[in-house]
């Protein structure tokens, strides 16, 4: 039998490929996008702008990003067919759910111009403009709310608010949106990302990766922790339960979401910049309440597990503010991390291996096979 190296589970620590996308030093708590700090790009880019360095690998001229801006705005409505299956889906399905599926629809009436060897770039900038279209059709449709009018005036972050919340969004709103956005469009080999390459390590076209990216960043190990940290807080309903709601969980063995991270070994430099956000707009709507169970939740599972927080954490406590239900929290994720999906895509084409690891087989060999007749 050929000797297979040692099992890496959850192939932790593993080299799958190189990169130009995204660094992240681990023991640092260091985020680069295409050489840039992610610190540098949160407090002096746009969304617009990181989704350019992310698919071209430079920030954009003023003209290229004006370019961009104009695309997107022209490619953010729905095929008529894809609003009438939006139109039949359960008023009670998941976002992340209605997400897949309609992206997966998508596909369906798109151009080719989508499928491996051709510039898929036009593929990116499609499906980075139309998700929030698609979140807001439906959340619209679930609430009655009238239908959404295209605004190719307003940029991603304000488009993503105007879309969910059927209003303007105030200019704070939008900057602290905007900034979430950046903070979440790309993360190296997270799991939904490695699942899009591996999607298009086989030449699957650019639809099918990010469908596959969407249904792995739906769960709570992934993108669907920050729905769960609202879940928590409240579950705890205020300060003074938070040690006794939170030690339980711990002594119980049980994950606060928000916390921890495979390769962060110090605070996650994106949840640093949530926190000061979550208290900016806490001030700025003059409640602090979810901030303040937050702060406290930190303490606790810092003294008790030694674990820092995640870029989950402190999102879903600006989100509310807004008045965003919580079930578009990882929605929202994945209408910034589309970007980081298509360009790792993008880059998997350019320098294409089929990527398909090994198994150390544990089970029998060898065993006879015996008649269905003669099995008891
Ligand atoms: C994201 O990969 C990425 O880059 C993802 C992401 C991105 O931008 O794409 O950063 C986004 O997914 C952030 C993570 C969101 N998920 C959560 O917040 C869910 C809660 N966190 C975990 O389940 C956990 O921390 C992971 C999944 C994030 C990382 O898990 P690992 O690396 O597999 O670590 P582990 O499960 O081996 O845990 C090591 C120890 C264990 O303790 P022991 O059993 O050894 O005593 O730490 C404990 C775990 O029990 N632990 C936690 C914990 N996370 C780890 N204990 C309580 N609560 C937690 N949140």
Redesign the pocket.
């Known amino acids: 039998m050929v000797e297979i190296a040692e099992v890496q589970r959850?192939l932790?620590d593993v080299v799958a490929l190189e990169s130009r996308i995204c660094f992240i030093d681990g023991k640092q708590g260091r985020l680069i996008y295409q050489g840039y700090d992610i610190r540098d790009l949160a407090a002096r880019s746009t969304f617009e702008e990181v989704a350019y360095l992310l698919w071209y690998g430079r920030l954009p001229t003023a003209s290229q990003l004006t370019d961009l801006k104009t695309r997107f705005g022209a490619l953010r409505s729905l095929p008529h067919q894809v609003c009438q299956q939006l139109d039949q889906l359960p008023a009670e399905a998941s976002p992340m759910d209605v997400l897949r599926t309609t992206v997966s629809a998508l596909a369906l009436y798109e151009p080719d111009e989508t499928r491996p060897g051709a510039s898929s770039i036009g593929g990116a900038q499609r499906l980075t403009a139309v998700l929030p279209t698609i979140l807001g059709e439906f959340h619209r449709r679930r609430r009655g709310l009238p239908a959404l009018t295209p605004r190719p005036e307003l940029s991603q972050a304000a488009y993503l608010l105007y879309a969910i919340l059927n209003r303007e969004p105030t200019e704070l709103e939008a900057k602290a949106m905007d900034v979430a956005l950046i903070l979440?469009a790309d993360?190296?080999l997270?799991?939904?990302?490695f699942a899009a390459r591996v999607t298009a390590s086989t030449l699957s076209d650019l639809y099918s990766a990010v469908t596959s990216a969407i249904g792995t960043l739906k769960g709570?190990?992934?993108?669907g922790?920050n729905e769960r940290v609202m879940q928590l807080l409240d579950e705890i309903g205020s300060v003074g339960r938070v040690e006794e709601i939170v030690h339980g969980k711990?002594v119980r063995?049980?994950?606060?979401?928000?916390?921890?991270?495979?390769?962060y070994k110090v605070e996650?430099p994106r949840a640093t910049i949530l926190r000061d956000w979550s208290r900016r707009i806490g001030e700025a709507a003059g409640n602090l309440h979810y901030y303040e169970l937050l702060r406290k939740v930190e303490e606790v599972?810092h003294r008790e597990?030694g674990?820092y927080p995640?870029?989950?954490l402190y999102s879903g406590s600006v989100y509310s503010l807004f008045g965003i239900p919580p079930d578009l929290f990882t929605p929202i994720f994945a209408s910034s991390?589309v970007a980081g999906w298509t360009a790792h895509v993008l880059e998997e084409y350019q320098d294409l291996r089929l990527i398909r690891p090994t198994a150390k087989y544990v089970g029998q060999v060898d065993l006879p096979y015996v008649p269905v007749a003669q099995r008891s």
């Open positions: 959850g932790e979440h993360h190296e997270n799991a939904s990302t709570p190990l992934h993108g922790a711990l063995h049980e994950r606060v979401m928000g916390f921890g991270h495979r390769v996650d599972v597990k674990l995640n870029v989950d991390r």
